[in-house]
């Protein structure tokens, strides 16, 4: 069974720093996806960044990038210029991918509460 | 914008009483799945469903099932409800084979928060 590790159960970061966010995984399959989601106080989960584990290239969304290193079984969130609406809980989040049917669900790390002090 | 609707934002129940949560869909996802929310515990997965009528267990299926009768809809039901099963309950869908555009993402609701008295 896979499992998602979050290290860093609160951070803070002053506003227009940079942060990271650490995240491992284990797992012994070789086809999978790695998630960042993030849950803003009172509000749904959205989707921040996502990588596909067979692409060595780290993903990029805006502010927000990811540090993917598949043999250490590491992924990391680094957010630019921090901004108060970052302010959320953050969780890491592991997919196996199956070609043939696309079920698997997604399992979650325990998460990091992100607080951007102004 | 996908929607992902949960019926109740708030609700508190007594102990035995049986709860039902619904939540609906809008994007025709074929997979949709309960996740129990609770602090330093992350999300668990309760059950899924990946077709109409189908059911899977998750991690934590104990004293709750579902119904899934409709694509849109996916219902987490409490039998008998017990003051351990108190908790933030999130409903996420998300397309099913990979060649339907399965990038993984899960859509999810605002959540329901369950306080079991």
């Known amino acids: 069974a896979q499992t998602v590790t979050q290290s860093q159960p609160e951070m803070s970061v002053q506003e227009a720093e940079t942060v990271t966010l650490s995240c491992t995984y284990d797992?012994?399959?070789?086809?999978?996806?790695l998630f960042w989601y993030k849950q803003p106080p009172s509000r749904q989960m959205i989707l921040v960044i996502r990588q596909e584990a067979y692409k060595q290239q780290n993903a990029t969304e805006n502010r927000f990038s990811v540090n993917f290193q598949k043999a250490a079984k590491s992924f990391s969130l680094k957010i630019s210029d921090s901004q108060l609406g970052d302010t959320a809980m953050y969780f890491c989040?592991?997919?196996?991918?199956?070609?043939?049917?696309?079920?698997?669900?997604?399992?979650f790390g325990k998460g990091t509460r992100l607080s951007v002090i102004a | 914008d996908v929607k992902v609707t949960q019926s109740s934002r708030y609700l508190v129940k007594r102990t035995g009483e049986k709860v039902f949560l619904e939540c609906v869909q809008d994007m025709d996802h074929e997979n949709m799945f309960w996740y129990r929310q609770d602090p330093g515990l992350g999300l668990r997965l309760i059950y899924f469903s990946y077709d109409v009528k189908m059911k899977e267990k998750g991690d934590i299926p104990e004293g709750y099932s579902v119904s899934r009768e409709k694509k849109e809809r996916f219902s987490l039901i409490l039998e008998s409800a017990s003051t351990n099963q108190t908790s933030m309950y999130l409903c996420a869908s998300s397309y099913g084979l990979a060649g339907r555009g399965n990038t993984g993402e899960l859509f999810f609701g605002e959540g329901s928060r369950l306080t079991v008295l």
């Open positions: 989040a592991f997919m196996k991918h199956e070609y043939d049917s696309g079920n698997t669900p997604l399992v």
């Open positions: 797992t012994s399959e070789n086809n999978y996806y």
